[in-house]
């Protein structure tokens, strides 16, 4: 089934909203399967966004992920890595739409709380970098209670 990665930032953790966010995800029947507390430093941040490096926000969003520690997720289920980015919502918080992650939670672009893979090819490229030993092994008992 489809993984994504899925990383609440500095300001969720120091805001408290690790559980809300885990709660989302696992409400809406996406399974868990893998976490990480973690701090990363400059080179590891600068290689997550290696995408944007041109861009003029850059250095600050490497300072603001290393600012303090993230929660980095793998989590799994049908067409997550669309629905997990719905969850999340907008990139600009001003244009989350409200019910969002960032929606609900959030004001500014360079605070918006959680990353979420925007492709399933981008979802691989970090799972293998945050994961390199990969996905814990589990299955859920009630798959069938989700999944027709
Ligand atoms: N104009 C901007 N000013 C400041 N920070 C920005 C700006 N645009 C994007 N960012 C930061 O860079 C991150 C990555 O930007 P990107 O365009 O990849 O958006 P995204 O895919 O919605 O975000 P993420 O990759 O964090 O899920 C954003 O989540 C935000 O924290």
């Known amino acids: ?59 600050g969003l490497v300072d603001y992920i290393i600012s303090g520690p993230v929660v980095a997720m793998i989590w799994e289920g049908k067409n997550v890595v669309l629905t997990g980015r719905k969850i999340i919502g907008a990139t600009n918080p001003a244009e989350s739409a409200p019910g969002t992650i960032r929606g609900d939670y ?20 970090e799972i293998a970098l945050w994961f390199p030993d990969g996905p814990a092994n589990w299955q859920s008992s009630v798959h069938h209670w989700i999944y027709e």
Not at 36 to 51: C, L, M, S
Not at 106 to 125: C, F, L, P
């Open 106 to 125: 959030a004001i500014e672009i360079g605070r918006n709380i959680i990353h979420g893979s925007d492709s399933a090819e981008s979802a691989r490229k």
């Open 1 to 59: 089934m489809e993984q994504t990665f899925i990383m609440i930032k500095p300001d969720g953790v120091q805001r408290g909203l690790v559980g809300d966010v885990i709660s989302r995800f696992e409400k809406k029947g996406f399974y868990l399967k893998g976490l990480k507390f973690i701090n990363v430093d400059r080179p590891f941040a600068e290689k997550h966004y290696e995408d944007l490096s041109a861009k003029p926000f850059f250095s």
